[in-house]
């Protein structure tokens, strides 16, 4: 019985084996030879994400270890994600990281022990668990955050992120103790029997405050203030990681919490007007503050907290088409965003520069980073032939079938805003002189992921079944 | 007169309440971003303290409430090991821990 409990925590074992390996190996391996830990991380991540891929299709799913834990479909689906977001961020940080001192070789061992975090999340059925999970992932990622030696703006993004997150961990703790009081128990299942449809004050107060804490979490509007600053802080590959995987995984838990334990009460079923008015806000205030911004890493910054906010209306849907557009436009999300930010460090490490007006004539100084930037935030805006294009159309579809036309309009018409400042990136790029940049090369493990983003951008946008369908069998998994 | 002077559920929620609050308000107000540090630890405990009490009042038979209470003092620990360290990683380039002027980063 036990050991076919832990046979369901594979994954996680592997990873959290593999982050000691590399601290141990960083620590260990003399200072000329530590270019090894890259291969090392990356081909334990692909064995890893190998096996979970097995085991969406072919695994025995069930709760494990006594409720406490949750093996299923929707759970792997979101390792997949990080799995594949990571090796990505790995891959394409590569020269990012060369010119850190040697001592910073503990960033891989973090950044695998932040994955591990992600997939407690994922898969917790206990928000105990998932309460452990999100700590090991935020308090790893305020280290990443800070990670930049000598440089005061990595180290105040480090400070802000800490503050505020722990700050919104504990509303979110506060809530979860009140859910406690009411119904004895922290498991999502039983919680969700317990609550009943009942509204009193003390189940506002619980739903209100976990709203919040999470809300913090995936950025969504009233919660966002924070993400600008640590984006712009953090090192570009820690950005990318941030606002791909954690975002994702911070989702991960929503959907869960929202479908299982709060689908019953009556907080919700009144209070989907709140979260709709919080998903258009994000959505009109992510796409408008993102038009003035004058430094990439911010403008991508705003632009996924609009991509939050499209999101949230997948999740306001409760139904399978809803949680699969979610899990589609999450999985795609990753290689639109991965793109730009394989781009943005690597044009940022190479002229020192995250401003956009330093990425003028890009197209004739690096004609494969323009392409791949331009791929990518075509696609983020939903352009047709590329992938983002189709995660819209299920995300508002399934908004519109549950009655609710007006946020998908809000959608569309922010979408067409959203066009606006990612074609003007794409505008310095292709016609902007940049006469006095230096020429950039790709070349390496940078080219690679942007060549692969970017095919599988169009790939996906020109054939989504395979991944619809899984994204379609993940979410039967959660909805019944 | 017969005054009920039993310590019950809801004064330790109403405890616990004020704890929180006043955590909040530090977090707001204080200047200093260790002290910042210790506000968040005060809203943590009050965390603590719901936890212990709900789990003492109501489910007297399980403990999962006090399990709760020691994960979040760990967790917490590991969070203000990391603070401090953040402390002294922006000291070293400012020689300051006011939060003011922690404003390199503003849109």
Known sequence: MVSTDFLAITPEIAVAVLALLLVAVALLLPQGARKGLVPLNVFGLLGILAYTVYDFFFGKMGPVFRGMYYHDQFADFFKILFLTAAILVILSSREYIGKWPAYRGNFYALLTAAILGMMIMASSADLLTFYVGLELMTITFYILVGYLPHDGRSSEAGIKYLVLGASSSAILLYGISFIYGLTGSTQLSGIGAQLGSSLTPPIILATVFLLAGLGFKISLVPFHMWAPDIYEGAPTPVTAFLAVASKAAAFAAVIRIYLVTLEHQSFVQTGVALLLILAALTMIVGNLVAIPQKNIKRLLAFSSIAQAGYLMVGVIAESVAGVKGVLFYAMIYVFANMGAFAVATYVGQAQGSDEIRDYAGLARRSPLAAAVMTASVLSLAGIPPLAGFVGKFYLFSAVIHQGYTWIAYVGFVMSMVSVYYYLSVVKVMYLGEGADLPDIPVHGAAKFTMVFTMLITLFIGLYPTPLAQMAISAATSLVK | ?107
């Open chain 2, 1 to 107: 007169m017969n005054f009920n002077l039993s310590v019950g559920l809801s004064t330790y929620l109403l405890v616990g309440a004020m704890l929180f609050c006043l955590g909040l308000y530090g977090v707001f107000v204080k200047k200093n971003i260790v002290a910042v540090l210790m506000s968040i630890e005060l809203m943590l405990n009050a965390v603590n303290l719901n936890f212990v009490a709900f789990n003492r009042f109501l489910a007297v038979s399980s403990v999962v409430g006090q399990v709760a209470a020691l994960f979040v003092i760990v967790l917490a620990a590991a969070e203000v090991a990391v603070g401090l360290a953040l402390v002294i990683a922006i000291y070293r380039t400012r020689h300051t821990t006011n939060t003011d002027e922690f404003n390199w980063l503003k849109w």
